[in-house]
């Protein structure tokens, strides 16, 4: 079982450039959640996706959506991206109410 | 709205000491309380859990129990050892909201030999 996976590692983008991450769900998961870790800080969740929509949504702008295609793999896209969108980026996948599984995250940096 | 506040770290440990992190919540309904553990450079590991009061979560020598009258669900270890030199998150997912999680600030833990 790979786990949760999430795609890429690293990346580095320019303020007002827009950004794609990736994330594939453990097996068996069909649930996936998105969360912004910002330096020292715990998790912060931004959405949630279930059966291709967006199921619940934390306190981030509009800039920040989202997708999930049917092989319950997801995308998280930002837009217009500012100074302070520069964090690790967490995927999780979850089946029912069940704990999260998180993947190894992405690290935005934006100059 | 739902919240986790646990303790403000660093903390620094000698090997085999014992060890208390505490965290208390806020939450409108009935939460599953959760631990998990962050090493250098990875994503988040699910430690412990415990669904309901009363219910005491155990692994890897860690124990956390869900405390409703106080709020509570403070992790603590007999002996630590270097290998438990991570950062330690407090998390809450409330029922009543579906399955979205609410972290803490995280715990900072470095045990030296």
């Known amino acids: 079982d790979a786990g949760v996976t999430q795609s890429p590692t690293h990346l580095i983008k320019t303020r007002g450039q827009q950004v794609t991450l990736r994330c594939s769900p453990k097996?068996?998961?069909?649930?996936v959640s998105w969360y912004q870790q910002a330096l020292g800080q715990g998790p912060q969740f931004i959405f949630q996706?279930?059966?291709?929509?967006?199921?619940q949504r934390g306190n981030f702008p509009d800039r920040f959506s989202g997708h999930q295609f049917p092989n319950y793999s997801s995308e998280l896209n930002v837009n217009a991206l500012l100074l302070g969108d520069s964090a690790l980026y967490l995927c999780?996948?979850?089946?029912?109410?069940?704990?999260?599984?998180f993947g190894p995250g992405t690290r935005l940096t934006v100059t | 709205g739902d919240s986790v506040t646990q303790m403000e770290g660093p903390v620094t440990l000698s090997e085999e000491a014992f060890l208390t992190i505490n965290c208390t919540y806020t939450?409108?309904?009935?939460?599953?309380l959760f631990w998990y553990v962050q090493y250098p450079g990875e994503g988040l590991q699910l430690l412990l859990k415990?669904?309901?009061?009363?219910d005491k979560g155990s692994n890897k020598g860690f124990e956390a129990t869900y405390r409703k009258e106080t709020t509570s669900f403070h992790l603590e270890k007999g002996s630590v050892q270097v290998s438990d030199s991570a950062v330690y998150f407090c998390?809450?997912?409330?029922?009543?909201?579906?399955?979205?999680?609410?972290f803490g600030t995280g715990t900072s833990l470095t045990v030296i030999p």
């Open positions: 415990a669904t309901k009061a009363d």
């Open positions: 999780a996948s979850s089946s029912g109410r069940n704990e999260q599984y």
């Open positions: 097996s068996g998961h069909d649930t």
């Open positions: 998390a809450l997912s409330d029922d009543d909201t579906g399955n979205q999680f609410y």
């Open positions: 939450a409108t309904g009935y939460p599953s």
């Open positions: 996706y279930y059966e291709e929509e967006e199921r």
